[in-house]
């Protein structure tokens, strides 16, 4: 157990609806980072929040979007889904935003999202 | 932005060593290497990371050369249970920030 939460595990919904996918990071730290896993495919950076506001943005759709809250848990929401967004959307959480990059980050179980 | 190069896949046997290379010839000085390894539908979980030399833990070995271009994740006697894909990141100094680029992985497959 990585000590990150997401939920829900798995959703499935329609094209054009909206979703939110929710992930609670480990205690103690200030950092999220979300990512798309498309089937077979590698791990596409989305986002990262650090401490409640937005550190650096990745390969992230304006239908997307994410924050993080006072309480550290961060929520991706994505709209208007198409048949493509389905994927794997994992959150990670690490200690610190660390620019000389020396932090492990820990990953979440992941929301598998299959739109329809 | 570093990048990083790592073979595609790679076939074992239970009991072999297995090295993985990755290179970064774009590393920037002080930049770390991390090592996540990936089972199907599950998060990527770390393994082990290095500066330089080499590091050793109770599940892998690195080894980084001087000029830090390369790095060589070392599997000690491999089970069917590493069968997974294997990510190498370099440190991204960012500013503000930084963020974890994940390349395409090293699928590797262990036979019995």
């Known amino acids: 157990d990585s000590g990150v939460t997401q939920t829900p595990k798995h959703l499935i919904t329609a094209t054009g609806q909206r979703v939110t996918l929710r992930c609670s990071p480990r205690s103690g730290d200030l950092s999220v980072y979300w990512y798309q896993q498309s089937l077979d495919q590698g791990l596409q950076f989305l986002i990262q929040?650090?401490?409640?506001?937005?550190?650096a943005k990745g390969n992230i759709l304006e239908r997307f979007s994410a924050q993080q809250f006072p309480d550290l848990h961060s929520e991706l929401n994505l709209s208007s889904l198409e048949l493509g967004d389905s994927a794997l959307y994992f959150c990670?959480?690490?200690?610190?935003?660390?620019?000389?990059?020396?932090?492990?980050?820990?990953f979440g179980q992941g929301t598998r999202l299959t739109v329809v | 932005l570093a990048k990083t190069t790592q073979p595609i896949s790679m076939d074992s046997y239970e009991g072999q060593e297995v090295n993985i290379t990755c290179s970064h010839n774009?590393?920037?000085?002080?930049?770390?290497i991390t090592w996540y390894q990936q089972f199907p539908s599950q998060g990527p979980r770390f393994i082990i990371q290095?500066?330089?030399t080499k590091v050793t833990n109770e599940v892998a070995s690195l080894f980084i050369p001087a000029d830090r271009k390369s790095s060589t994740l070392s599997l000690p006697r491999v089970s069917l249970s590493d069968t997974a894909v294997y990510y190498c990141l370099v440190g991204d100094r960012y500013t503000g920030g930084f963020k974890t680029i994940f390349g395409a992985g090293t699928r590797l497959f262990v036979k019995a």
């Open positions: 990670a959480s690490s200690v610190a935003s660390s620019v000389t990059g020396d932090t492990e980050a820990f």
């Open positions: 929040y650090y401490n409640g506001e937005e550190r």
């Open positions: 774009n590393i920037a000085t002080n930049d770390y």
């Open positions: 290095g500066y330089k």
